[in-house]
């Protein structure tokens, strides 16, 4: 079964710093580029990040850039999404997801998790 | 960035009838050479990640109901749901992956009547 695996949410405060990981199981991880969404509860979804399959090509929406470092583990067939300078803005669960092959439609999603940004 | 609008905010049908939600792109998201539009359709069910139901505008994904139907070109795109069941309830979302960012609608919601 494919299957996408979130940790490492939760609260901090403002201007710290969290990271992400995702697991990844059931398909070739290391074929594949990967994405992190994100979702302020209620409201819509952003695309925050994707890393191409060997792991050279980091993107980031204009939100995150310079904040946010994603990552991958191929050996260990994780993602990583490093979070520094934390903002209320940032408040919400991400996903991470696997693309179609070689296009940024979002095949599997993971069950997301929750980062609360709060003094 | 490709601004997505969606229509409308919230629709409430019948059980049994056709729900319509309308997605517009900011610009044309047809690529030419291949002649395919880059556009997406999700379904998220409350306390759920999103489902990806329909890729290239139209195409299904492996085993969604035949009842989820995508169309449109250029700009303008649809997703159709004939014969509406209980459990099509949820937030529905369409996505461009034309160009970075990708960018979603803000999301419809559909309920029951």
């Known amino acids: 079964e494919v299957q996408l695996v979130e940790s490492g949410g939760g609260l901090v405060q403002p201007g710290g710093s969290l990271r992400l990981s995702c697991a990844a199981s059931?398909?070739?991880?290391?074929?594949?580029?990967m994405h992190w969404v994100r979702q302020v509860p209620g409201k819509g979804l952003e695309w925050v990040s994707r890393?191409?399959?060997?792991?050279?090509?980091?993107t980031y929406a204009e939100s995150v850039k310079g904040r946010f470092t994603v990552s991958r583990d191929n050996a260990k067939d994780t993602l990583y999404l490093q979070m520094n300078s934390l903002g209320a803005d940032d408040t919400g669960v991400y996903y991470c997801?696997?693309?179609?092959?070689?296009?940024?439609?979002?095949?599997?999603w993971g069950r997301g998790t929750l980062v609360t940004v709060s003094s | 960035d490709i601004v997505m609008t969606q229509s409308p905010d919230s629709l409430a049908v019948s059980l049994g009838e056709r729900a319509t939600i309308n997605c517009k792109s900011s610009?044309?998201?047809?690529?030419?050479?291949?002649?395919?539009?880059?556009l997406a359709w999700y379904q998220q069910k409350p306390r759920q990640p999103p489902k990806l139901l329909i890729y290239w505008a139209s195409t299904r994904e492996s085993g969604v109901p035949d009842r989820f139907s995508g169309s449109g070109s250029g700009r303008d795109f649809t997703l159709t749901i004939s014969g509406l069941q209980a459990e099509d309830v949820a937030v529905y979302y369409c996505q461009q992956y034309y160009s970075t960012p990708v960018t979603f609608g803000q999301g419809t919601r559909l309920e029951i009547k």
């Open positions: 997801t696997k693309e179609g092959w070689k296009y940024q439609y979002f095949e599997i």
């Open positions: 890393i191409n399959s060997d792991g050279s090509s980091p």
């Open positions: 610009q044309n998201i047809v690529y030419s050479p291949n002649n395919k539009n880059y």
């Open positions: 059931g398909f070739s991880f290391s074929s594949y580029w």
